[in-house]
């Protein structure tokens, strides 16, 4: 089966660091994405790992351990409209992605 | 515009209805999906056709029909609408050849079902 785990919700201050967590135990692995999505709106394409180590692209950088069934997505320098759920999906092969539930991410001023 | 579009966004129907939601995608991707994220923000697969061919049909009622008349269109049929179906439903597309760009969505549509 595919299990994937992330926090519910977290909260930041606006200009610090946020990461977020994500396990997963899938039957077979093609790769681990991290989508945004905005409340009422579409999920949209943050990053892909699909070796061991660290992706930076901007502010926002993902982090795998395929071995520990391990991600993480750092989001730094974080600005009120990074508000939004973060979801951790999985890639098991054959075009199918397995989502999690999703970490809402609150961000005051 | 290259997008995923879906129409409606927004879909209001009684119980025991039949409705059908259309999705287009202009980005020459292979594959296409329909999801649905219930009221705690999961998103589940519900079919996967690529190229037309059905690849991808998880555990939904037969209310449910998927049907892909060409690669560039997946519509989905619900028949006799129920209470639980009330949710929202994302199209998505993919490409065979650039998965690590992962899927991209269309703007969704909330079906409440009354």
């Known amino acids: 089966g595919q299990n994937i785990d992330q926090p519910t919700e977290m909260t930041a201050t606006e200009g610090a660091i946020v990461q977020i967590n994500c396990t997963y135990q899938t039957s077979g692995f093609n790769g681990l994405f991290w989508y945004q999505q905005h409340a009422g709106e579409a999920p949209t394409f943050l990053s892909y790992n699909v070796l061991d180590g660290l992706e930076e692209k901007g502010r926002f950088s993902s982090f795998l351990s395929r071995s520990k069934g391990y991600s993480y997505l750092l989001l730094k320098e974080l600005q009120m409209k990074d508000s939004a759920s973060y979801l951790c999906?999985?890639?098991?092969?054959?075009?199918?992605?397995?989502f999690g539930g999703g970490t809402r991410v609150l961000v005051k001023p | 515009d290259t997008a995923v579009s879906q129409t409606p966004k927004y879909l209001v129907t009684q119980m025991g209805n039949d409705k059908s939601i259309k999705c287009e995608q202009n980005l020459g991707h292979d594959t296409m999906y329909w999801y649905k994220q219930d009221s705690k923000k999961f998103l589940k697969i519900m079919f996967s056709?690529?190229?037309?061919?059905?690849?991808i049909n998880e555990t939904v009622p037969n209310r449910f029909s998927p049907k892909s008349p060409d690669k560039a269109h997946l519509n989905l049929h619900i028949n006799s609408l129920e209470l639980g179906d009330s949710a929202v439903y994302f199209c998505?597309?993919?490409?065979?050849?650039?998965?690590?760009?992962?899927?991209?969505f269309g703007s969704g549509t909330r079906l409440t079902v009354v």
């Open positions: 056709y690529n190229n037309k061919e059905l690849i």
């Open positions: 999906a999985v890639s098991s092969g054959g075009n199918k992605l397995t």
């Open positions: 998505a597309s993919s490409s065979n050849r650039r998965q690590n760009y992962g899927y991209t």
